[in-house]
Nanobody, 125 residues
Framework: QEQPVESGGGLVQAGDSLRLTCAAS????????VAWFRQTPDKEREFVAA????????WFADSVKGRFTISRDIAKNTMYLQMNSLKPEDTAVYFC??????????????????WGQGTQVTVSS
């Protein structure tokens, strides 16, 4: 199995925190970048954050800077997205994706070729 596996979504109130997990399944993240995207029914898939597994470089969308952080457990091939101060507009299905983008394409969905099934995050006002 090549697809990563997401978990940790749920229903929370505005201002609450949530941590999403992306676990490698049948592979290692080494040599790849691992990213989070999110999508609602009325919007295209939107970049949230990414990390280059080897080296640890990180990127964040402006809409989540200062609220979301990334961490990883290299031994477990697991990446975490800590989401703080959640807002109703953060409501979406969150997808984990694996790819080898260059820096200028890290936020483009087409740069990634293994996608998880997604986990729903709902933030009530």
């Amino acid at each position: 199995q090549e697809q990563p596996v997401e978990s940790g979504g749920g229903l929370v109130q505005a201002g609450d925190s949530l941590r999403l997990t992306c676990a490698a399944s049948g592979r290692t993240f080494s040599g790849y970048s691992v990213a989070w995207f999110r999508q609602t029914p009325d919007k295209e898939r939107e970049f949230v954050a990414a990390i280059r597994w080897s080296g640890g470089n990180q990127w964040f969308a402006d809409s989540v800077k200062g609220r979301f952080t990334i961490s990883r457990d290299i031994a477990k091939n697991t990446m975490y997205l800590q989401m703080n101060s959640l807002k109703p507009e953060d409501t979406a299905v969150y997808f984990c994706a694996i790819g080898r983008p260059i820096q200028s394409t890290v936020a483009k969905p087409e740069s990634y070729y293994h996608w998880g099934q997604g986990t729903q995050v709902t933030v009530s006002s």
